[in-house]
């Protein structure tokens, strides 16, 4: 009978604060960080499924439902995540469930069909993507980029827009994640690795001014978008493009 009462008020909290997020989606939940170290067995590496310059990323069972909880490397990217997120929800952003401010950690849902960087490169010998499929994450991707760049008083830019960056639902509709890209490179250390693997993804307008714009989410679209279509990372298209020129001038010259 306890348990069953117990059961009956956890299920109407949760749907109360449902409610609440539905009138207003600038509510999060503060978890304890006791549901943290349960969740993650004390934040064990058999739980970890990712390790980036935004944080570590552990996959957790809170409250019967799985989630993503992420150690931010620093209270400064974990302040700007959550400022960005609290801005609203949309069907294409990762929606954040709640965060627990002693350990700068945040608690997503669970996106169990992994990145679209994998998906593009067949990685682990995954299906390639369908036409659909990639027509439908492009669609997602803009919705979200101009819902971004709608929010008032100030236009909100993601800066770091990569396939790694894009994951997928258990329904395959696609989220973006990581909001850190405008606050990491103010941090100390040597970023060069991290900034390697943006490169092909940057607008060279803010690697010239380091100035992030919402044009630069358009410019990482376009990259996106060419390797959805060609199947192939930026690196590789721009060597065949290169390699295509030089044969074409080739064979009009000869």
Known sequence: MECQRFKRERDNAVRQLNELQDQNPQIFLEFPITNLLQAT??????C?????????????????????IKLCRSDILFQQEVSI???????????CIGKCSEVSALVYEWLPNGNLQDHIVCANGSTPLSWQIRTQIIGEICSALLFLHSCEPHALVHGDLRPCNIFANANFR????????????????NHQPALTARLPYLDP?????????????????????????TGLPPLTIAKELALCTSQAVSRHWS
């Open 41 to 46: 067995e004390n934040f064990s590496d058999l």
């Open 48 to 68: 970890k499924v990712g390790d980036t310059e935004y944080g570590r990323v552990y996959k957790g069972i809170i409250h019967d439902t799985t989630v993503a």
């Open 85 to 95: 997120l609290r801005q609203g929800r949309h069907p294409s952003i990762v929606n």
């Open 174 to 189: 696609s989220k973006i994640c990581n909001f850190g890209m405008l606050t990491l490179f103010l941090q100390p250390g």
């Open 205 to 229: 307008e803010f690697l010239t001014t380091g100035e992030l714009t919402p044009l630069s989410d358009v410019y990482s679209l376009g990259v996106i978008i060419l390797c959805l279509l």
